[in-house]
Nanobody, 127 residues
Framework: QVRLVEPGGGSVQAGGSLRLSCTAS????????MGWFRQAPGKEREGTAT???????YYVESVKRRFTISQDNSKNTVYLQINNLKPEDTAMYYC?????????????????????WGQGTQVTVSS
């Protein structure tokens, strides 16, 4: 079992930036993927960015060039830098841990993100 804690989040004006963090504890050897997902009111949860323990990243098209995922494996922490925030980025952001059996891409739609989720952190962007 992995425990994920996500401090941060907050309210910002459009065009601003935020850096989210997520720190894992517990059986951290059980995962090799970390990802950031978000859920806006009335919408389904969607993946935004993921990172393989070895450093390979993946971004969904809608967030490329604005989102940057990174990690510090020594701290079991993953970060999400969001630049040029837009009102449509308003959502609850969750980090998740998973494990792929092969390859280096932790695609958000893989059935690996089932068990270990953070509590979520709210990001609100005002226009």
């Amino acid at each position: 079992q992995v425990r994920l804690v996500e401090p941060g989040g907050g309210s910002v004006q459009a065009g601003g930036s935020l850096r989210l963090s997520c720190t894992a504890s517990g059986y951290t050897a059980s995962y090799n993927c970390m990802g950031w997902f978000r859920q806006a009111p009335g919408k389904e949860r969607e993946g935004t960015a993921t990172i393989y323990r070895g450093g390979v990243t993946y971004y969904v098209e809608s967030v490329k060039r604005r989102f940057t995922i990174s990690q510090d494996n020594s701290k079991n922490t993953v970060y999400l830098q969001i630049n040029n925030l837009k009102p449509e980025d308003t959502a609850m952001y969750y980090c998740a841990a998973g494990r792929i059996r092969s390859g280096v891409y932790c695609f958000p739609d893989l059935p690996i993100w089932n068990n270990d989720w953070g509590q979520g952190t709210q990001v609100t962007v005002s226009s």
